[in-house]
């Protein structure tokens, strides 16, 4: 398994106005107890975009149990919109040790998110310096080497998430919220700096830098203005002896926050100055947004190998392809374009840090002793929180036993009444409309958990064999559940939810587990250095399959 860094920059993080904690994290403060010695996304505390392959063994745990929505309509994949509707947490807040009591959407999920493919000419395969957007001509996935088709020749792309953080613990960048009793929102897009056809990655300097290496993100929160915090360019934010956190660090002056409960338009759609979100809250009537263009400062960090210094210009992200069949992504993990996806696997109860901030008496989830992905990794106090003081081990589940693998998500209880008060309400969400007004035809469910199955990712032997599809199992090993999902019915719609088969009103549970949902293995081809061409089983995948929760 890959050496996991210690991700705590509370020295640096620390929102202005937050609680001071025992051991004491001071903003500004000159000595942190541990400073982040890798990128973020190489630190798996983190929510980036797992890679298909892991250089160096760095990093992957970014569990992502996904639905795929698919289109041949132009503009399907670069004009949707959704309508969803924000969970809401238990009355009372969960207990310290996570034995009995509540669960809360943090703990169940530091953030779920929307996804679409994007341009990137200076992200892998690193082939060529153009990419067209909104063109399908972008989708090159042949095997052959001499073809023009050949998958290593493909347009680089980066794959953009619009993340939701709910409310309640530790705000951003220490842990993963906003505020006591609202969410917010954030446009990250990820890149890849390394060449598929040599596997030679960028030069050494951009390691330096937190959002930087091999994966670097751009980051922005949706704003009530449009404008972002601080530029949003991965090298903005500085390296770690040197930071500058006005990107990443919420803004409630300016960020748009939204109420539990309630009901969001999102709108996704390319303009001449980059990608463009919209977010309309249909119960408040407050709107913001995020456009991914060079006055917002996103910018691209440069392939640039041989170069002693890491280096970013001003760029604006573009859709990559005008329909929702290609598949997307060349390196990630994931097959997907369009997309909606939780990211769970990121809590763990604590009942005592030592004073490096390393979970010293671990909670219920490890009643024999200390596990490796929660003795000291990312752990944050609770009077660090906004509003639940208990402890948390945020990085990522290793052997599958936090509260994202328990029946603790919503619909997990046939008794209506016990799972309402205990579980948190289900996120509800439509299926994408294309242009506004065509509904998708095609869906597919898929979850990497082969990916994060390997001796690389996880804890658990047996371990998963990527070039065979052996030893995978759904739900993975340690895992007393897994969450899948299901449709329902919301302000005349259908609307899909997430979490166990007992959610009222549930019209389809798709076999009403997460192993008869997710399906069989997928095979998936890869470019790979040498000008040659890979196959790794990284997800389960249901296959196509007719949309059955269409908009109107």
Known sequence: MGVSSVLTLAAFM????????TPTRTPGATSAPQVLHKPICQSRSSLCTDLADNPGDDYVGHDEPSVLFKSGVPGSANDIT????????????????????????????????????????????EFTKTCTPDSDANNLVGTDPAAPDYIGKHPGNAFMELQ??????????????????????????????????????????????ILGGIEPINWAYITKGGHSQAPANPLFTGMFDDPNLSAVNPDVHKDLLMNPGGRIRIHMHDTRAGLRIDLNDLSTHRNGSMTASVANGFGHVLYQPDSPTCNVAPYAFHPEYSTANPRGNTWSAHTYNVAMSDEIGHFENCLELDAEFNCAV????????????????????????????????????????????RKDWPGTDPNVATDQAMHPSPLLFTSPLANAKTNYSTVAFEADLLRIEASDSQDNPPFCNRDTGANRVNPPNGAAFYPFFTTGASHGSCVWQQGGGFIPGTTNTFGGSSTTEFGPLLKTVYPAPGFTTVTRFNNFNSGDKANPCTVG
């Open 14 to 21: 620390l929102p202005p106005g937050a609680a001071s904690s």
């Open 164 to 209: 939701f953080y709910a409310p309640g613990y530790v705000p951003q960048f220490e842990g993963f919220g906003c505020t006591a009793h609202q969410y917010c929102a954030a446009m990250t897009i990820d890149s890849l700096t390394q060449n598929s056809n040599t596997g030679a990655g960028n030069n050494p300097d951009c390691n330096n830098f």
């Open 82 to 125: 959704y309508t969803i509707t924000l969970p809401k947490d238990p009355a009372v807040q969960p207990t310290a040790s996570g034995a009995t009591g509540t669960t809360w959407n943090f703990q169940l999920r530091p953030t779920f998110w929307f996804g679409l493919t994007l341009c990137d000419t200076e992200s892998a395969p």
């Open 362 to 405: 671990p909670g219920s989830q490890d009643p024999g002793g200390l596990d490796e992905d929660d003795g000291n990794n990312f752990c944050v106090p609770g009077t660090d929180s906004t509003l639940v003081q208990i402890n948390g081990c945020l990085s990522a589940d290793e052997d599958f036993d936090g509260q994202s693998y």
